[in-house]
Structures are given as structure tokens and as C-alpha cells.
């Protein structure tokens, strides 16, 4: 009866590491599966931090460019309007001179003129 109980026991013990045994290799199985899912997420994060690192540079370029314009937008802006202040500037001078008078009373003279002989030849002499 004693061997009949250890050789029930044995079998016991048998069933049981074969159970185990079972057990360890669904466990190496997912350990498996769970290494490749692991591994392809890594590898996926690391080609996201990579992409966003480029953007971070490719964003930083841009606004370099957009700085390097807007001031020099700025500065020609600035320059175009001190030159239409000379042309202005000189312009008024040269209207204002007694030179310029002269010249605009003597073509104003020739002008009329001119026209002289047309007016008198439709009627318009004073």
C-alpha cells in the first residue's frame, strides 16, 4: 500500500512538472512575443524622437529665415522712405527757388505765346 501511495505521489508530482513545464514554455512563448512588440516600439520611438528632432531643426531654420527677412524688410522699408523724404525734400527746394520761378514764369510766357496765333485765329484775343 506504501508503494502503491508513492507511485500515486510520483504521479502526482509527474502531472504537476509537466504542467510546469507547459507553463514555462507559453511563458517563454509571450516572453517572445512580448520582446518583438517591445523591440518594434522601441524602434518606432526612436524614428518619432528622430522626425521630431528634424522638425525641431527644420522650425528653428524657419523662423531664423523669417527674423533674417522681416529685418531686412524692415531696414529697406526704413531706407526707401529716407530717399522719398530727399526726393521730397529736394523737390519743394527746387520749386521754392527764385531759378525755378523764373524758369516756370518764362515758360508760361512762351506757352501763351504759342497759342497766341491759334486763339486769334479762333476768336479768342483779348
Known amino acids: 500500500e506504501l508503494n502503491n501511495e508513492y507511485h500515486a505521489q510520483c504521479e502526482h508530482f509527474a502531472k ?3 504542467e510546469m513545464i507547459e507553463q514555462t514554455s507559453e511563458l517563454r512563448k509571450r516572453n517572445e512575443d512580448l520582446s518583438e512588440h517591445f523591440l518594434s516600439a522601441h524602434s518606432t520611438i526612436g524614428k ?3 522626425d521630431l528632432e528634424n522638425e525641431c531643426e527644420q522650425r528653428k531654420l524657419i ?5 533674417t527677412l522681416t529685418k531686412g524688410l524692415e531696414n529697406a522699408i526704413h531706407d526707401a522712405n529716407d530717399r522719398i523724404q530727399t526726393i ?3 523737390k519743394t527746394e527746387l520749386l521754392q527757388s527764385s531759378e525755378c ?3 516756370i514764369a518764362g515758360l508760361r510766357n512762351l506757352q501763351q505765346q504759342s497759342l497766341q496765333p491759334y486763339h486769334e485765329s479762333v476768336g479768342l484775343t483779348e
Not at 523662423?63 to 527674423?67: A, I, V
Open 48 to 50: 518619432l524622437r528622430s
Open 101 to 103: 520761378s523764373s524758369s
Open 63 to 67: 523662423e531664423s529665415h523669417h527674423q
Open 16 to 18: 504537476q512538472l509537466q
Open 88 to 90: 521730397y525734400k529736394e
